[in-house]
């Protein structure tokens, strides 16, 4: 499976950018799917992640109350709505899915190719 990702760029610090996943055909079953950033020279952090039945959302702390995960089931989509950006947000962005692809698949990660947001102060 192919999970799309798009909506990086440039912005200054105060704007908004929004990411969006999709994963390229069907899941059997989705249990999550989040995204994460690395920047360099650093380790690579969940940024924020949605349990696909519930609904439950986590984040990293570094990004509570400026940035929103949501997702679009019948897409097989996620979303990351980021507000208030701040230079320390510049990163590759990943996209991540947990889940089966097909009734004979263990579960597994799937990744995007990621896509790139820099702020600049």
């Known amino acids: 499976v192919q999970l799309q990702a798009s909506g990086g760029g440039f912005m200054q610090a105060g704007g908004s950018l929004r990411l969006s996943c999709a994963a390229s055909?069907?899941?059997?079953?989705?249990?999550?799917m989040g995204w994460y950033r690395q920047a360099p020279g650093k380790e690579r952090e969940l940024v924020a992640d949605i349990v696909y039945s519930g609904g439950g959302t986590n984040y990293a702390d570094s990004v509570k109350g400026r940035f929103t995960i949501s997702r679009d089931n019948a897409k097989n989509a996620v979303y990351l709505q980021m507000n208030s950006l701040k230079p320390e947000d510049t990163a590759v962005y990943l996209c991540?899915?947990?889940?089966?692809?097909?009734?004979?698949?263990?579960?597994?990660?799937?990744w995007g190719q990621g896509t790139l947001v820099t702020v600049s102060s």
């Open positions: 055909r069907s899941i059997f079953s989705i249990n999550s």
């Open positions: 991540n899915l947990k889940g089966r692809l097909t009734r004979s698949f263990l579960p597994a990660d799937y």
